[in-house]
C-alpha cells in the first residue's frame, strides 16, 4: 500500500497511464463488444420491436403476480433490503472500494478489468434504457421509492451481475496456501447475491423479468469480452508481470 499521499497519487498516474494504453491498443474491440450488445442486447433482439411498441413479453406479466402472490411484511422488509443493496446501499460503494484497493494495491491490469468493466457496463445501461425508452410495470403499487428511470434492462440487475462477475473472475484461479479454491464459494456467494437482487425487482414491481434477464445477460457477455481483452493468451489476474509485461 502507499505509505504516503504522494505516492498514492504516483500510482493512480500509473493506472492512468495503463488504462489510456490499454484503450489505445483495444479501444475498437471494446467499441464493438459494446456496440454488439446495445443492438439491441443480443439474446432480446429478435423481440426489439416488441419493446418499442410498449408491449410486455408474454411472460412478464404472469410472472410478475405469481410473485406478487406470495407479498407479505416479512417478504417486504426482506427485499426492500436487497433491493437497496443492489445499487446505491451495496454494489455501487462496493464497486468503488474494489476499484480503488486495486489501484492501491498496484494491481494495475486487475484495475483496469474492473474499471472498465464497471464503468462500461453502467454506459452499456444507460444507452439501452434510452434506447429502448421501456415503461415500467404499473400492475400495483410498490412499495419501493419512486423510479424515474426506464425499465429496460434493469440497472440493479445489471450493476449486481458485473460485479458478480468481475469478483469471479478475479477470484477464478486463486488458492489459499493450503491449496483450497476460492472459485466455488466465490461463485455461489455472489450468485446468490445477485438472484436475491433481481428477485427482489421483481417483487417490488419495478421491472418486468425480461428487464433482469436482459440486464443479467448483457453484464455477463459484456465482463466476459473486457476479461477476454485484459487476459489475452496465457494471462491470468494475479500473475507477476514479467520484464516486458506491464503490471
Known amino acids: 500500500m502507499p505509505e504516503s499521499p504522494a505516492e498514492a497519487a504516483h500510482v493512480v498516474k500509473q ?17 464493438l463488444v459494446f456496440l454488439g450488445l446495445l443492438a439491441p442486447l443480443w439474446a432480446f433482439g429478435a423481440m426489439a420491436d416488441a419493446l418499442h411498441e410498449g408491449e410486455a413479453f408474454a411472460f412478464d406479466v404472469p410472472v410478475l403476480q405469481a410473485v406478487h402472490g406470495i407479498a407479505s411484511v416479512q417478504l417486504d422488509r426482506l427485499f426492500v433490503l436487497f433491493s437497496a443493496l443492489g445499487y446505491a446501499w451495496g454494489v455501487v460503494p462496493v464497486d468503488a472500494i474494489l476499484i480503488v484497493a486495486l489501484v492501491l494495491w498496484r494491481r494495475m491490469r486487475e484495475g483496469v478489468f474492473a474499471i472498465v468493466s464497471i464503468g462500461g457496463s453502467l454506459l452499456l ?7 429502448f425508452a421501456r415503461t415500467r410495470p404499473d ?33 477464478w484461479n486463486v488458492r489459499t496456501k493450503s491449496g483450497w479454491s476460492w472459485r466455488w464459494p466465490v461463485a455461489l456467494l455472489m450468485g446468490a447475491f445477485v438472484l436475491m437482487v433481481g428477485l427482489s425487482r421483481l417483487y417490488l414491481g419495478v421491472h418486468y423479468p425480461s428487464d433482469i434477464l436482459a440486464g443479467w445477460s448483457a453484464a455477463c457477455a459484456w465482463v466476459v469480452g473486457v476479461y477476454g481483452l485484459v487476459y489475452y493468451g496465457t494471462l491470468r489476474p494475479w500473475q507477476v508481470p514479467g520484464p516486458n509485461r506491464p503490471g
Open 15 to 31: 493506472q492512468g497511464r495503463l488504462g489510456a494504453a490499454f484503450l489505445r491498443a483495444h479501444g475498437w474491440r471494446l467499441l
Open 125 to 131: 445501461n444507460l444507452a439501452a434504457k434510452h434506447s
Open 139 to 171: 400492475l400495483w403499487r410498490s412499495i419501493a421509492p419512486a423510479e424515474t428511470t426506464y425499465s429496460f434492462p434493469s440497472g440493479h440487475a445489471m450493476g449486481s451481475m458485473t460485479l458478480a462477475m468481475v469478483v469471479i473472475l478475479l477470484c
